[in-house]
């Protein structure tokens, strides 16, 4: 009995260590996915991270504006940034992106409304994103989120008194039609594109467009209240909170590590080197803004070393892919240079800019595209040609320059179309009262702060105490 149950044990392992050494002879037997299939899902992954990095961007620029607003403004901010999130996605799947990348001409997309594509032609119809082989889906969630970031530029410099009902107008002719323009002449297989010009992720399709219109919309709504003297002297109105304000700055930063290295649409090595530019124009950013502070005020403004860092990274998003690391750093240090000069220029002749994103992503978005007509590289140049640094003439220096005007022209002239409408109709600018009590109570009913907000509307006098009344500037 003994002897038969240890025959039936050996035959037992015996099977076993058959089955087990068979396995792998098994799982080669079924068809796995070719070296073709995990590329292309490699590929798709990480430009849905690069997608994830740059909607992130939009909590960034939340962040942002609610440190540099009041406390009575911080609510609206919020507001904004959540409707205008949702217009652009809605208008960019419904028109925005086809005419930005759909098959058609040198000024517009004809093609691809809706993302209603024939099975198989995804290519033929958007020919402006034929060279990377990412789904579709893919390849549309990560233009949209460049238009939302494009979008929230534009208000960065109407804060604390621009109507709600403008933000939504605006948003829907911005992200439906301004943009998409833009981004069809440069990445679309327009007639930028057919030029050779460079802007690898956006400092004059994203960024540029964006402070242009903001600009048109600044200059008809006028400053704030309190923002000028009676001699016509800027006067300092402080944000709230400036940790909020440089976690803005931080989630930014991180984001572009999406914007940037995301751009390649692939997930080729050349992402290494782009996330290495961009890092290294940010810190050179920073520096180059603290240090014209310094020299200027003599003081360290930490507000300044943030938008320092913005308006680099705005200035390197065009060259990124294209110059080597020494010239990023010059090309950040100079961005962050320029963003201050501009930032004081501005607030003198009665621009009320409370981001400073005219400085930062107007004047960055237009250093960073002519840096590429200066720092480009023979080997690197995969658009256009070297730049003028290299042996490469004024030629390509030239298409980046004709670029510059071409976008910001038709961006601001559009968007001064726009604004006047609305301040002609509807209006733009909320009464002198709401602005004084704050958007939040006005526009949404509730305060952002309600346990800091002192309010006499409980005792029906309709008036709001300021909390930072009589605060010394820049205390805050």
Same mark, same amino acid.
């Given at each position: @009995?003994?002897?038969?149950?240890?025959?039936?044990?050996? !035959?037992?392992?015996?099977? #076993?260590? !058959?089955?087990?050494?068979?396995?792998?002879?098994?799982?080669?037997?079924?068809?796995?996915?070719? /070296?073709? *299939?995990?590329? %292309?899902?490699?590929?798709?992954?990480?430009?849905?991270?690069?997608? #994830?990095?740059?909607?992130?961007?939009?909590?960034?620029? $939340?962040?942002?504006?609610?440190?540099?607003?009041?406390?009575?403004?911080?609510?609206? #901010?919020?507001?904004?940034?959540?409707?205008?999130?949702?217009?652009?996605?809605?208008? =960019?799947?419904?028109?925005?992106?086809?005419? $930005?990348?759909?098959?058609?001409?040198?000024?517009?997309?004809?093609?691809?409304?809706?993302?209603?594509?024939?099975?198989?032609?995804?290519? &033929?119809?958007?020919?402006?994103?034929?060279?990377?082989?990412?789904?579709?889906?893919?390849?549309?969630?990560?233009?949209?989120? =460049?238009?939302?970031?494009?979008?929230?530029?534009?208000?960065?410099?109407?804060? *604390?008194?621009?109507?709600?009902?403008?933000?939504?107008?605006?948003?829907?002719?911005?992200?439906?039609?301004?943009?998409?323009?833009?981004?069809?002449?440069?990445?679309?297989?327009?007639?930028?594109?057919?030029?050779?010009?460079?802007?690898?992720?956006?400092?004059?399709?994203?960024?540029?467009?964006?402070?242009?219109?903001?600009?048109?919309?600044?200059?008809?709504?006028?400053?704030?209240?309190?923002?000028?003297?009676?001699?016509?002297?800027?006067?300092?109105? +402080?944000?709230?909170?400036?940790?909020?304000?440089?976690?803005?700055?931080?989630?930014?930063?991180?984001?572009?590590?999406?914007?940037?290295?995301?751009?390649?649409?692939?997930?080729?090595?050349?992402?290494?080197?782009?996330?290495?530019?961009?890092?290294?124009? $940010?810190?050179?950013?920073?520096?180059?803004?603290?240090? @014209?502070?310094?020299?200027?005020?003599?003081?360290?403004?930490?507000? @300044?070393?943030?938008?320092?860092?913005?308006?680099?990274?705005?200035?390197?998003?065009?060259?990124?892919?294209?110059?080597?690391?020494?010239?990023?750093?010059?090309?950040?240090?100079?961005?962050?240079?320029? @963003?201050?000069?501009? %930032?004081?220029?501005?607030?003198?002749?009665?621009? &009320?800019?409370?981001?400073?994103?005219?400085?930062?992503?107007?004047?960055?978005?237009?250093?960073? /595209?002519?840096?590429?007509?200066?720092? /480009?590289?023979?080997?690197?140049?995969?658009?256009?040609?070297?730049?003028?640094?290299?042996?490469?003439? !004024?030629?390509?220096?030239?298409?980046?320059?004709?670029?510059?005007?071409?976008?910001?022209?038709?961006?601001?002239?559009?968007?001064?179309?726009?604004?006047?409408?609305?301040?002609?109709?509807?209006?733009?600018?909320?009464? +002198?009262?709401? *602005? %004084?009590?704050?958007?939040?109570?006005? *526009?949404?009913?509730?305060?952002?702060? +309600? &346990?800091?907000?002192?309010?006499?509307?409980?005792?029906?006098?309709?008036?709001?105490?300021?909390? %930072?009344?009589?605060?010394?500037?820049?205390?805050?």
């Amino acid at each position: @009995m003994r002897r038969k149950l240890l025959r039936r044990l050996a !035959l037992l392992s015996t099977a #076993v260590l !058959l089955l087990v050494l068979a396995l792998p002879g098994l799982a080669l037997a079924q068809k796995g996915p070719s /070296t073709a *299939e995990l590329s %292309l899902a490699m590929d798709t992954v990480w430009v849905i991270v690069a997608a #994830v990095l740059v909607l992130f961007m939009q909590a960034g620029f $939340a962040m942002l504006e609610v440190g540099f607003s009041r406390m009575k403004n911080v609510g609206s #901010v919020v507001a904004k940034i959540l409707v205008n999130l949702a217009i652009a996605a809605l208008l =960019f799947w419904a028109f925005g992106f086809a005419l $930005a990348f759909g098959t058609g001409n040198a000024l517009v997309g004809t093609e691809g409304w809706f993302l209603a594509v024939p099975a198989g032609q995804v290519n &033929d119809v958007y020919a402006g994103l034929s060279w990377t082989q990412v789904p579709l889906s893919a390849k549309f969630l990560f233009q949209v989120a =460049f238009c939302a970031v494009s979008l929230a530029i534009v208000w960065g410099t109407m804060l *604390e008194r621009t109507k709600f009902a403008v933000y939504v107008v605006f948003a829907v002719v911005f992200a439906g039609l301004i943009y998409p323009m833009v981004g069809h002449w440069i990445w679309g297989g327009g007639w930028l594109t057919e030029l050779g010009m460079q802007d690898f992720a956006g400092s004059t399709v994203v960024h540029l467009s964006g402070a242009m219109a903001a600009l048109a919309g600044t200059l008809l709504l006028g400053p704030r209240l309190g923002k000028y003297d009676d001699e016509g002297r800027p006067v300092t109105i +402080p944000g709230h909170n400036m940790p909020l304000a440089v976690l803005g700055v931080l989630i930014l930063w991180i984001g572009w590590w999406g914007f940037n290295p995301g751009s390649t649409m692939a997930a080729v090595p050349d992402i290494a080197d782009i996330a290495l530019t961009t890092n290294l124009a $940010a810190a050179a950013g920073v520096l180059g803004a603290m240090g @014209m502070s310094y020299l200027y005020r003599r003081n360290v403004d930490v507000g @300044m070393g943030g938008n320092g860092a913005i308006a680099a990274l705005v200035a390197i998003t065009a060259p990124c892919a294209f110059v080597a690391p020494w010239a990023s750093i010059v090309i950040g240090c100079v961005a962050g240079i320029i @963003m201050y000069a501009t %930032l004081v220029y501005v607030d003198r002749i009665g621009v &009320d800019d409370p981001l400073g994103a005219i400085a930062a992503h107007g004047m960055g978005g237009i250093w960073g /595209t002519l840096s590429c007509g200066l720092f /480009t590289t023979p080997a690197l140049a995969a658009v256009g040609e070297p730049g003028l640094f290299y042996g490469g003439g !004024l030629y390509q220096l030239g298409i980046q320059a004709l670029g510059i005007v071409a976008a910001g022209g038709f961006v601001f002239l559009a968007s001064l179309a726009v604004f006047a409408t609305l301040k002609a109709t509807i209006g733009i600018r909320v009464k +002198p009262e709401q *602005e %004084l009590d704050g958007l939040d109570i006005h *526009e949404h009913g509730v305060f952002g702060y +309600p &346990d800091l907000v002192a309010t006499d509307y409980q005792n029906g006098n309709g008036k709001i105490s300021d909390p %930072l009344e009589g605060v010394p500037e820049g205390t805050a």
